[in-house]
């Protein structure tokens, strides 16, 4: 059984920066998209950032700039690197792993509260 968890989020000043951390336990036998999505109180789940089993990345475009995702096949890992957070950015992030990258069989992790506030 495949379980993500994630780890890393907090209160934050505005402007301030925080990094998600998700860490893959379980067996995964084929290649897999990691992403991060969010939502925020009364919103829908939104994609946030993706990056795929190549490398390749995408990001919503009110994080362009601000925000890097990153992976660590070997360790297993996927990250999120937040910086000049706003008050909108407040969310639960939640951690994705999509096998295969097309949707079929996808996890998510319990979610990291991020809050930004001064």
């Known amino acids: 059984q495949v379980q993500l968890v994630e780890s890393g989020g907090g209160l934050v000043q505005p402007g301030g920066s925080l990094r998600l951390s998700c860490v893959i336990s379980?067996?995964?036998?084929?290649?897999?998209?990691m992403g991060w999505y969010r939502q925020a109180p009364g919103k829908q789940r939104e994609l946030v950032a993706v990056?795929?089993?190549?490398?390749?990345?995408n990001y919503a475009d009110s994080v362009k700039g601000r925000f890097t995702i990153g992976r660590d096949s070997a360790q297993r890992t996927a990250y999120l690197q937040m910086n000049s957070l706003k008050p909108d950015d407040t969310a639960v992030y939640y951690c994705?792993?999509?096998?295969?990258?097309?949707?079929?069989?996808?996890?998510w992790g319990q979610g990291t509260q991020v809050t930004v506030s001064s």
């Open positions: 379980g067996s995964i036998f084929s290649f897999y998209d």
């Open positions: 990056i795929t089993s190549g490398g390749r990345t």
């Open positions: 994705n792993l999509d096998v295969g990258g097309i949707g079929l069989k996808v996890y």
